[in-house]
């Protein structure tokens, strides 16, 4: 079964740093995009970017770049988002969700995490 | 970037009945690369559609796309009551941009 399992749930403070973990299983890693999607309370979807574990070739939404970090290590099958510092605006729900292949016919995300929830208090 | 705009923001209607969902889109999305997707309170959202029309094997027959270029329709043909959830739309012909949501509730 193709699965992708997200670390757990985290409260931190603002100006901290994070890094949370999205591993996939059931199929070939490496050779699919990981996207990161963000979900503020209550609100809607909101695409952050996604990165290729093959060769770590990175694309992140205009609205996210600079305040975040996608990494992946493929020998542990696994993807990586990170902040240097924490705003209490990331307070959000995080899922990590995988690209159905590279064809651009393709792009829509066919499998996705169960999502962690990262809230940002002082 | 192509902006979503869903409509109706929020839908009741009872067991049994067919809703219609619309996603529109601010510039025509390439080749239809348009997809929907179901999420239920405290669940990752779960693929329906994707180019338009097409269904992954596991989605029930009842969930149906159409459309191109601006205007794009999810239809439930008769709402079983685990259908009531939120639904989104994404394009990913230009980029990816996710429409607000639209939930369909039960009256």
């Known amino acids: 079964e193709v699965q992708l399992v997200q670390s757990g749930a985290e409260v931190k403070k603002p100006g901290e740093s994070l890094t949370i973990s999205c591993k996939g299983s059931?199929?070939?890693?490496?050779?699919?995009?990981i996207g990161w999607v963000r979900q503020k309370p209550g609100k809607g979807l909101e695409w952050m970017g996604v990165?290729?574990?093959?060769?770590?070739?990175?694309r992140y939404s205009p609205s996210f770049q600079g305040h975040v970090t996608f990494s992946v290590d493929k020998s542990l099958s696994t993807a990586y988002l990170q902040w240097r510092s924490l705003e209490a605006s990331d307070t959000a729900i995080y899922y990590c969700?995988?690209?159905?292949?590279?064809?651009?016919?393709?792009?829509?995300?066919?499998?996705w995490g169960r999502g962690t929830l990262v809230t940002v208090s002082s | 970037e192509i902006v979503l705009t869903q409509s109706p923001g929020t839908l009741s209607l009872s067991p049994g009945e067919r809703a219609t969902l619309s996603c529109r889109a601010s510039?025509?999305?390439?080749?239809?690369?348009l997809a929907w997707y179901q999420q239920k309170p405290g669940q990752a959202p779960r693929l329906l559609i994707y180019g338009a029309s097409s269904r992954p094997t596991a989605i029930p027959g009842r969930f149906s796309g159409s459309g191109f270029g601006t205007d794009f329709i999810l239809t439930i043909t008769r709402l079983e009551p685990e259908d009531f959830a939120v639904y989104y739309c994404l394009q990913y012909g230009s980029s990816l941009t996710f429409g607000g949501g639209s939930k369909v509730e039960i009256k």
């Open positions: 059931g199929y070939t890693f490496s050779y699919y995009w």
């Open positions: 969700a995988r690209r159905h292949g590279d064809y651009i016919g393709d792009w829509y995300f066919d499998v």
């Open positions: 990165i290729y574990p093959d060769d770590s070739d990175t």
């Open positions: 510039q025509s999305v390439p080749s239809s690369y």
